[in-house]
């Protein structure tokens, strides 16, 4: 077995005891969804062909504000007013939802 394939599995393993923690898997899922809601604001303002000051100055907010939710690096989590403005600022619609998750067998 090639060394990468036991690294990986070697984390794979690790990762799903830590799944297995409510409190793991929380704080997974809210991350993850910090780098969706970052890399979605980062596509739309490109798509709308916009820089991070137009965009901020369309929503009545900072440049420094736009940055730091396109980094995905901010704790705090943007509020739905928020992405709603940035959506109609880009054309877009701002869209939720939730996904069934895979359960395991046995």
């Known amino acids: 077995m090639a060394k990468g394939k036991k690294t990986y599995a070697k984390i794979r393993k690790e990762f ?3 799944f297995e ?5 929380i704080l997974f899922e809210e991350e993850r969804a910090r780098s969706e809601i970052a890399l979605a604001i980062t596509k739309a303002r ?10 901020a100055e369309k929503i009545d907010t900072t440049q420094s504000v736009i940055a730091r ?3 995905g690096s901010d704790d705090r989590m943007p509020s739905l ?3 709603a403005r940035i959506a109609s600022a880009t054309g877009k619609h701002l869209i939720l939802g939730f996904e069934a998750v895979e ?3 046995g």
């Open 46 to 55: 490109k798509a709308a062909g916009l820089t991070q000051a137009q965009l």
């Open 21 to 25: 923690d409510a409190e793991f898997r």
């Open 103 to 105: 359960k395991k067998a």
């Open 69 to 71: 939710l396109e980094s």
């Open 81 to 83: 007013s928020l992405l």
């Open 16 to 18: 799903s005891r830590d």
